[in-house]
Each structure stands twice: as C-alpha cells, then as structure tokens.
C-alpha cells in the first residue's frame, strides 16, 4: 500500500520561509515523479510543483517560480518544498503527489496522494 505523508507546515508571517517534507513508503521511489499542489479555501486544487525521478528536471507554477523550490532525497524516499518569501495568497493546504510521469502530475492523473499540510501565512 502506498502512503505520502507530509510534513512541515505551519503559521509563518508574510517574508518567511518554511520547508514541506513528504515522506514516501509502499513503492519503489526512485522511479517516479513527484509534484507539490496546494488547495486554497474556496478554490480548485492546483499544480505547485514537480521533479521528475532523479531530481534533474523540476518545473514550477509562474506563482511560486522563484520562491519555492522542489528537491528530492531518493536515499529517504522523500521529496521537500522549500517555500521563500511567502506571501498570505500561498495560504492552503499542501499536497504531495507520486505519478508516473511529469505529464500525470501536471495534469492530476494516476497519481498516490498525501492527505496535506495546513500552510498559512499572516500578514
């Protein structure tokens, strides 16, 4: 049985940083791609960020490049969100995703996923 389970989230002031940790068991890591999203009160669940198997290849939304980046730990079975400069529109909860490929975790298909994080930001 898959599971992702994340970790790290909190309250941060607007400026700050915070890292999001997703820990994978039940499947063989190393050879899939893994993606951040994050879902807003109100609003549809939307694509963060991904990496793909060997971390080198990652691709962000527009809002989050520059500020969040995405890193995997194939010996940890992990993947992290370091998230800079966080503004309170990064408020929701985050989730990790586990797909087969950049194209499943884009467009939200066949994907394992965590049960999220609650990241808020105050201003």
């Known amino acids: 049985q898959v599971q992702l389970v994340e970790s790290g989230g909190g309250l941060v002031q607007a400026g700050g940083s915070l890292r999001l940790s997703c820990a994978v068991s039940?499947?063989?890591?190393?050879?899939?791609?893994m993606g951040w999203f994050r879902q807003a009160p109100g609003k549809e669940r939307e694509f963060v960020a991904d990496i793909n198997w060997d971390g080198t290849r990652t691709y962000y939304a527009d809002s989050v490049r520059g500020r969040f980046t995405i890193a995997r730990d194939n010996a940890k079975n992990t993947v992290y969100l370091q998230m800079s400069s966080l503004k309170p529109e990064d408020t929701a909860v985050y989730f990790c995703?586990?797909?087969?490929?950049?194209?499943?975790?884009?467009?939200?298909?066949?994907?394992?996923w965590g049960q999220g994080t609650q990241v808020t930001v105050s201003s």
């Open positions: 039940g499947r063989t890591f190393t050879i899939y791609d």
């Open positions: 995703a586990s797909g087969p490929s950049y194209s499943d975790i884009r467009g939200s298909r066949n994907l394992y």
